[in-house]
């Protein structure tokens, strides 16, 4: 029998813009202009949508009486049109989805009879995918090529506020933040790894990346439940930032992984920092004990190691260290 194997899409590292309190957009603007397409185009639905931890999420819809849609969001196991836009990072222009059997399975074509669809992807300043303009239609449509440079004009206009917002800070912190344990993500400390190295360079101190990994995690999964899990990795992650200072870069690396990038006089400072880990982690009050390994690795003043290798020795270690936990016990 054949085993059909299905994946789960990886979530946009967003949260909801609707969800913060963002006063640096002019909401009022982007509706007008949400409008104004809907007008120009003479199209019954036109939507600024963004890909968030939620999925494709809509998040300006048109004013006008035809509109029609969820509001909310899909997720990204649907064949809607913005994921092909969003995944693939460019503007995507169906005049007919008749004509297409990919889209057979759409619900806005199936269900909603928006049987054309213009596109276009709107960016962050860094370049990666904020989310979608697009245009919908329940006809056939061929829209001049002026129409379409208009709307790449109007995309530009929602991509510059993004960058206004950028510059405000709010945004960026929230994408280096992991939602869970409110610590930085991996692209949070990847990106600020440079400014510290910068930093430590400047001051000729030497840094120390730590490299955490839960023991047995799994089982405590298994045996308390997800939800104590995610508290297990919040108080980890708590423990870490307060015995960290605030020009030290504590993150969550990927599921039961953490790193802490240290400014360090020297090694010694290695034995305390896990010293003070032990002491607060065995004070708290948790249902099921935390215990983890752990490695590092040292980054001299001058040197220009890069991240991978960094993570190559401190994992290793680590790795030696659970190893021989796992063969006392
Ligand atoms: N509750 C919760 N679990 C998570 C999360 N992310 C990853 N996990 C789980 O973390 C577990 C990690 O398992 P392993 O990598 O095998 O680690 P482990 O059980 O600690 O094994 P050892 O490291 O060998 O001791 C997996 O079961 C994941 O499902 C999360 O956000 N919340």
Known sequence: M????????TPYPYTSILELEIEEIDWYRWQRLVNTVADM???????????NLKGIEVIIASEKPETHYQPGSIDLDTNIYCHHVVENSSELYVKDAKLDPQWCNNPEYTEDNYVSYLGLPISWPDGSIFGTLCVLDTKVTDYPETYINALGVI??????????L????????????DPLTQIY?????????LSTQDLAQRLNRQLILLYFDLDHFKEANDIFGHEIGDDILKVFAKTLKVNSRSCDLVARWGGDEFLVLIHAENEHCVELFNHRMAEHLSACSIKAEIKYSFGYAVLKPGENTDLESLLKTADEYMYQHKLAKKSQT
């Open 2 to 9: 054949s085993q059909h194997v299905k994946t789960i899409p």
């Open 41 to 51: 185009f003479n199209a019954p639905a036109t939507f600024i949508n963004q890909a």
């Open 155 to 164: 995309k530009e206009v929602i991509d510059s506020d993004l960058r206004h």
């Open 166 to 177: 950028y510059k405000e800070n709010q945004l960026l912190t929230l994408s280096y933040t």
């Open 185 to 193: 993500n991996r692209r949070g400390f990847e990106d600020l790894l």
